[in-house]
């Protein structure tokens, strides 16, 4: 399964983003996903996370109240809405998901497949 994660971009502190995160060619119904990120010199860290049903999410502490994820069945897409962004925020944006039901822990846990990553850069 490939994963292909979008939307990045160079945006002011304070602005607003929307990641996507596409499966080439097949359907995200049945996949959870997450988003983590990582910054230069810092270690991977988890972001969101969606349960293949879309009827749960999870957030990082430091992102709860400013980012949203959610699922476009119809668009077969998974997005990341940032709001409020701030310089802490810059990193690559990494999608991941799997299609066996299992919800994608903070620890990487259930990450089957990776998106190649999309640049975030939030200037101050």
């Known amino acids: 399964v490939q994963l292909q994660a979008s939307g990045g971009g160079l945006v002011q502190a304070g602005g607003s983003l929307r990641l996507s995160c596409a499966a080439s060619?097949?359907?995200?119904?049945?996949?959870?996903v997450g988003w983590f990120r990582q910054a230069p010199g810092k270690e991977r860290e988890f972001v969101a996370a969606i349960s293949y049903s879309g009827g749960s999410t999870y957030y990082a502490d430091s992102v709860s109240g400013r980012f949203t994820i959610s699922k476009d069945y119809a668009k077969n897409a998974v997005y990341l809405q940032m709001n409020s962004l701030k310089p802490e925020d810059t990193a690559v944006y990494y999608c991941?998901?799997?299609?066996?039901?299992?919800?994608?822990?903070?620890?990487?846990?259930?990450?089957?497949?990776w998106g190649q990553g999309t640049q975030v850069t939030v200037s101050s």
């Open positions: 060619g097949r359907s995200f119904d049945s996949y959870s």
């Open positions: 991941a998901a799997n299609n066996r039901g299992e919800t994608i822990r903070s620890s990487g846990r259930g990450a089957d497949y």
